[in-house]
Nanobody
Framework: QVQLVESGGGLVQPGGSLRLSCVHS????????IGWFRQAPGKEREGVSC????????NYADSVKGRFTISRDNAKNTVYLQMDNLKPEDTAVYYC????????????????????WGQGTQVTVSS
C-alpha cells in the first residue's frame, strides 16, 4: 500500500526546534523527490523543502533557508525536516508528499507535480 506518514509536530516556543519525520513507501519509480509543504489557516499550501531520493538534490523556500534542514535515510524510507529557530509564522500543518525529481538547486519547479500526500502534522510556534 502506497503511503506517507508524518510525525514529530507539536507546540514549541519561538526560537525552539522540532524534527519532523516522513516515513514513505519505497515506490517503484527510481527517481522521485519527497517534499515538505505546509498550510496555515486561510492560506494556500506552500512548499517548504524537498529532497531527491536517489541523488543529492535539495531545495528550500526562501523563508526557511538557514533555519530548516532536510535529510533522508533510505534504509529506513524516512525523510526528516529539522526545523531550528522557529518563528510564529512557521505555524501550520506540515505535509510530506511524493513528487517528480525536480528537486535541485536553482529549480523553480520543485513544488509542482506532487501526487501523493500524508495526513499532515501540526506545528504550532507560540509563547
Amino acid at each position: 500500500q502506497v503511503q506517507l506518514v508524518e510525525s514529530g509536530g507539536g507546540l514549541v516556543q519561538p526560537g525552539g526546534s522540532l524534527r519532523l519525520s516522513c516515513v514513505h513507501s519505497r515506490f517503484t519509480l527510481d527517481y522521485y523527490a519527497i517534499g515538505w509543504f505546509r498550510q496555515a489557516p486561510g492560506k494556500e499550501r506552500e512548499g517548504v523543502s524537498c529532497i531527491a531520493i536517489n541523488d543529492d538534490g535539495t531545495n528550500y523556500a526562501d523563508s526557511v533557508k538557514g533555519r530548516f534542514t532536510i535529510s533522508r535515510d533510505n534504509a529506513k524510507n524516512t525523510v526528516y525536516l529539522q526545523m531550528d529557530n522557529l518563528k510564529p509564522e512557521d505555524t501550520a500543518v506540515y505535509y510530506c508528499g511524493r513528487g517528480p525529481n525536480l528537486c535541485y538547486s536553482g529549480s523553480r519547479s520543485w513544488t509542482i507535480g506532487y501526487d501523493l500526500w500524508g495526513q499532515g502534522t501540526q506545528v504550532t510556534v507560540s509563547s
